[in-house]
């Protein structure tokens, strides 16, 4: 069974930093897109930012310059350097894979880690 775990998540103060994790657990030979979304109490899920197999991103507008993507193939994760926090980054961050090349499950579509709550405090 395959599984997006999510951690790093915790209470900051504004203009401080924290590092997410997500690692993919099961039997993987490959991910494709893996990526970060938020969701804010009362709002919709949104893009943070996303990275390709290959090491290409793409940022929400609101992160550039403050948050960075990265991912190790080898280890099927993806990390998420939040520098600079403010508190409009407080939201539950969800871990995402476009697409799980697996080897006993065949391809799984548009994975979801079950959330870490990220608080920034004013």
């Known amino acids: 069974q395959v599984q997006l775990v999510e951690s790093g998540g915790g209470l900051v103060q504004a203009g401080g930093s924290l590092t997410l994790s997500c690692a993919a657990r099961?039997?993987?030979?490959?991910?494709?897109?893996m990526g970060w979304y938020r969701q804010a109490p009362g709002k919709q899920r949104e893009l943070v930012a996303t990275?390709?197999?290959?090491?290409?991103?793409n940022y929400a507008d609101s992160v550039k310059g403050r948050f960075t993507i990265s991912r190790d193939n080898a280890k099927n994760t993806v990390y998420l350097q939040m520098n600079s926090l403010k508190p409009e980054d407080t939201a539950v961050y969800y871990c995402?894979?476009?697409?799980?090349?697996?080897?006993?499950?065949?391809?799984?579509?548009?994975?979801w880690g079950q959330g870490t709550q990220v608080t920034v405090s004013s």
């Open positions: 099961g039997s993987i030979r490959s991910i494709n897109v």
């Open positions: 990275i390709t197999s290959g090491g290409s991103t």
């Open positions: 995402n894979a476009d697409r799980i090349f697996t080897r006993l499950q065949g391809n799984l579509y548009d994975y």
